[in-house]
Each structure stands twice: as structure tokens, then as C-alpha cells.
């Protein structure tokens, strides 16, 4: 069974490989470890953020 946040997941990990190409292993894990409200954060946030050490701080 898929869930909201597995949806919610898949899509932001979607979203990340788009702007920036390829994120490390350990992000995709804690990506997979998020509430549903900070992956929804995470995706507006996302598009403001200029590299992908920015996405660090949030993790």
C-alpha cells in the first residue's frame, strides 16, 4: 500500500533530481524519514534554494 507520505516523498525526491541533478544517498534516506509537513515545506523551499547544500539544513 502506497501512502500520502510515500507520494509526498517520491514526489520531492522527484523534484530535487530535477533542479539539482543528484542527491547523495544519505539525503534520499532522510528525505524518506520526513513528517508529510516538513516534506511540504521542503517542496516550496525547494525552488528558492540555489545548491543542494542548502537542502542540508533542513535535513
Known amino acids: ?24 544517498n544519505e539525503f534520499i534516506e532522510k528525505i524518506r524519514t520526513l513528517s508529510s509537513d516538513i516534506i511540504d515545506i521542503l517542496a516550496l523551499e525547494i525552488f528558492d534554494m540555489q545548491d543542494i547544500k542548502n537542502l542540508e539544513k533542513h535535513l
Do not use: E, H
Not at 501512502?3 to 530535477?18: A, D, E, H, P, R
Open 1 to 24: 500500500m502506497v501512502t500520502n507520505n510515500k507520494l509526498q516523498c517520491l514526489s520531492l525526491l522527484y523534484v530535487i533530481s530535477k533542479k539539482f541533478k543528484k542527491a547523495p
